[in-house]
């Protein structure tokens, strides 16, 4: 991978080079950290990059960090400008991914949340897809099991918590698949290893509510709103069975990395027709075009760097 010019590193923006921890740190050791993903997408037409909703990535950044006892002195709209600081003294001008990350900082040896010392980063880079069949994805339901909200939240990001997903996505990947969904401890469907899930049956949305163990993903909640606006649909949020899966109609992942990315095939069983289907279709359709700030009803969710 290029590593980035620059990060932004306690309280200022500096090379790359020079944002480094040591050995010791907390969240290096006991995964004591949080993060998010945040894209930023050029407008080919003005030649200008927008941020997707990074408001709302930074509100749950920050309520991830109160999660674990983190305390800064900041806000989506402070860490929103030190965001386009980094991509302008960056000089991108292309489409990126922006990794915030808080983390207890403190060098130290001691299993616990408080009286600890936090600090967070930012770095941003260029970024192209992260599933690559994203119009037709084969996946397969993991034989892991989905963290539960009483072991380590979903909900709060924490890097440590990824060492589930990681589990995840590389034994999908080494048994041919693009990804893996994964059940919740009483064999619900969860989500993907870094994307919430969406089903289509007989012409209702459905998705798992947040009391799933998933994470509340950004890209999720405007999927569910432009799918209720802009498709007429009914959204549901409900648990979902394993099997209906297997007879749905159309079955698609969301995230910021991932996008809309359409699932045509779970464990070799092909999905409704096999092929993505009209909801995917249309809802990737307007997903881009607003991302690039093409969509003057949706231009609140840019913000132009
Ligand atoms: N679930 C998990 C486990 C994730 O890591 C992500 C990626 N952040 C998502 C869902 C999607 O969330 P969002 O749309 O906010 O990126």
Redesign the pocket.
């Known amino acids: 991978m290029n590593l980035p010019e620059y990060a932004y590193f306690k309280g200022k923006i500096v090379p790359y080079a020079e944002a480094q921890v040591g050995v010791l740190t907390h969240a290096l050791n006991y995964g004591t950290g949080v993060f998010?993903?945040v894209r930023a997408y050029k407008n080919d037409e003005n030649g200008k990059l927008y941020l997707f909703r990074p408001y709302?990535?930074y509100r749950?950044f920050l309520s991830s960090t109160r999660i674990m006892l983190m305390e800064f002195d900041e806000t989506p709209e402070s860490m929103t400008q030190h965001t386009i600081d980094l991509i302008r003294k960056s000089g991108y001008s292309e489409d990126v991914y922006i990794r915030p990350l808080a983390f207890l900082s403190e060098e130290m040896i001691g299993v616990k949340l408080h009286d600890v010392e936090s600090e967070f980063s930012i770095v941003a880079l260029p970024f192209g897809k992260y599933v690559s069949n994203d119009t037709n994805a084969h996946v397969t339901i993991s034989s892991w099991r989905r963290l539960d909200d009483n072991v380590i939240p979903?909900r709060g990001?924490i890097s440590g918590?990824?060492a589930n997903?990681a589990f995840i996505k590389t034994d999908a990947v080494r048994s041919g698949f693009d990804e893996a969904l994964v059940l919740t401890q009483a064999g619900h469907l969860s989500?993907?290893?870094?994307?919430?899930i969406f089903m289509v049956r007989d012409g209702v949305l459905y998705t798992p509510a947040v009391y799933e163990n998933?994470?509340?993903?950004?890209?999720?909640?405007?999927v569910m709103e432009l799918a209720a606006a802009e498709l007429g649909m009914e959204v549901v949020e409900r648990p979902i069975d394993r099997t209906e899966i297997y007879i749905c109609d159309e079955l698609f992942m969301?995230?910021?990395?991932?996008q809309v990315t359409a699932i045509t095939k779970v464990d070799h069983r092909p999905v409704g027709t096999g092929m993505m289907g009209p909801v995917a279709s249309k809802l990737r359709e307007l997903f881009f075009d607003i991302v690039r700030a093409k969509n003057p009803k949706y231009a609140a969710w840019n913000v132009e760097v």
């Open positions: 998010g993903g709302d990535h749950r979903a990001k918590a990824y997903s989500e993907g290893s870094a994307e919430n998933i994470l509340e993903g950004i890209t999720r909640r405007s969301t995230g910021t990395a991932a």
